[in-house]
């Protein structure tokens, strides 16, 4: 070991214990992120390297701030998603693994159609990353998207450059009435958290996800009751709409879309974990 250098070992023992001690779900995969993206060096780099004491420093520093509950992705300023590396940080939500279920079930969809140029719309957009996803793997789609909060706007704005997505700013309640019944695929992870539910809410997303992207009434369905109108109006005759929710929801948010007579096949689909986790329609 050079003169004022650490283990890569040493330095990842202790983080992981100090953040395994905190509550942190993951410590051993998020310590050795973190010092990845200290270092610029692979995950996978071998334990005996050494770490030279300005990276142990700030290394030291990151693993304080994710002992304190700050996410994990705002501390590396991203977030994988798919085939992307998305941009992400303080103001936008933080796309979830969970996600990438309901992004792949519209990318299945689109891909098996014979449609020349579906046109595909991402409600509460966030970040961008359905947008960014299906943009990516369905090169031959039309896709918007729009996200209400000015600051998660900035942020897809930078993840969605150059892709070809119609970004827009404003409220999914009446946003692209120029799309009105013309759209194939709406999807949307709206907020779908219950006000009730604060206290059981993670630390890492009850403090530092925007409030917007999260809460949505007593019940946790006000979104969807409003998203299941915007795509009513959207959508034309045998278009398609597939919403995330909580994986209690897996009854309730089906039958808000099957209580208005709108749509059929209305189904659930579980995420990789086998979790109820989006919901499915076809419109009338």
Same mark, same amino acid.
């Given at each position: ?8 070992? #040493?330095?990842? *023992?202790? /983080?992981?214990?100090? @953040?395994?001690?905190? +509550? !942190?779900?993951?410590?051993?995969? =998020? ?119 000015? #600051?998660?706007? *900035?942020? /897809?704005?930078?993840? @969605?450059?150059?892709? +070809? !997505?119609?970004?827009?700013?404003? =409220? ?17 992870n709206p907020p779908y958290i219950p006000l009730e539910a604060w ?86």
């Amino acid at each position: 070991m050079t003169p004022g250098s650490s283990s890569r070992r #040493a330095l990842l *023992a202790t /983080a992981s214990d100090l @953040l395994e001690a905190a +509550g !942190v779900a993951s410590p051993r995969h =998020d310590a050795e992120a973190l010092l990845a993206h200290v270092t610029g060096r692979a995950r996978l780099a071998p334990a005996a390297d050494d770490v030279d004491a300005d990276d142990a420093g700030r290394f030291e520093t990151l693993v304080g701030r994710r002992a304190a509950r700050e996410p994990l992705q705002h501390l590396t300023g991203s977030a994988a998603f798919r085939y992307l590396e998305l941009e992400v940080g303080p103001g936008v939500f933080v796309p979830r693994p969970e996600t990438e279920s309901l992004a792949g079930w519209a990318v299945d969809l689109l891909m098996d159609s014979a449609l020349a140029a579906p046109v595909v719309v991402d409600l509460c957009t966030g970040s961008g990353a359905m947008a960014a996803a299906i943009a990516q793997e369905v090169e031959h789609a039309r896709v918007h998207a729009v996200e209400l909060d000015p #600051a998660a706007h *900035a942020y /897809a704005e930078r993840n @969605l450059r150059g892709s +070809g !997505v119609d970004l827009r700013l404003g =409220d999914m309640a009446d946003a692209f009435g120029d799309l009105d019944g013309t759209v194939d695929v709406v999807v949307v992870n709206p907020p779908y958290i219950p006000l009730e539910a604060w206290e059981s809410v993670e630390a890492e997303v009850r403090d530092h996800d925007p409030a917007l992207a999260l809460w949505s009434g007593q019940d946790g369905l006000d979104a969807t009751r409003v998203l299941e109108q915007v795509a009513a109006r959207l959508l034309r005759p045998g278009g398609h709409v597939g919403s995330e929710h909580a994986d209690v929801q897996g009854e309730s948010v089906p039958q808000v879309f099957a209580a208005t007579g709108r749509w059929s096949d209305v189904r659930d689909h579980p995420d990789l974990a086998g979790r109820s986790r989006f919901t499915t329609a076809v419109r009338r």
